[in-house]
Structures are given as C-alpha cells and as structure tokens.
C-alpha cells in the first residue's frame, strides 16, 4: 500500500498515522477519527483545547508536559525507537504538511532517536 501525504494524519503527539500499517490495512482510522483512543491523554488534551497537536500548544510546551511525558509515553518511546519530541519540534519548524510530505516519502510514522 501506498503512504500518502496527508495532514490529516499528523497525530495530536506528532506521530504519522498515515505509514501505520494499521491504517494503510484499514484497522484503524487514524489518530483524530479514533474514538477508541479515549485513553490517550495527549489527544483528550489536544481535543479539549481545540489545537491539532502539541505543536500548537501555548500553555508551556511539550518539553515540560506531564501528559506528553508521562509513563507511557516514554515505553513507546524505548521499544519503538521514537522520538515524539523531535517530531512536534518539526512540524512547528516546517508545518503540517510539508511534515506530512517528509514522513509520507520516508514511509515513517515517528523520527527515530539518535
């Protein structure tokens, strides 16, 4: 299946959903259509504030962000070599789309930790 650039999968965290093989197979519909992701607290947070992602975030940054940095997170973080931090800090430098044409064309859902 292809990856296609689309902003509308820039997740609230600033992961890609649009490489996930989750979505390119149909299980999933993405970050911002999921409504079985009640239990992620970045995207109840990006929802209840009306913002996109973290990116937009204007109440101190996802650097100090207890819910952007909480437990889970960093587990997602070590077992799949991801970088969330680097992602929001991308989009904030290059925007949404072009984002999303990046990750489309590398066919990644996340930067990878160094």
Sequence with gaps: MDVVADRKYVAYCGLYCGACRRLLSGKCPGCADNQ????????????????????D????GHERCKLFNNFMAKMFGLVFNSDRSKCIARIKEVGYLAYAVEMADRKMQTIKRK
């Design 36 to 55: 079985k992701a009640t239990w992620c607290k970045v995207r109840s947070c990006c929802i209840s504030n009306g913002i996109a992602s973290c990116a």
């Design 57 to 60: 975030c204007k109440t101190g």
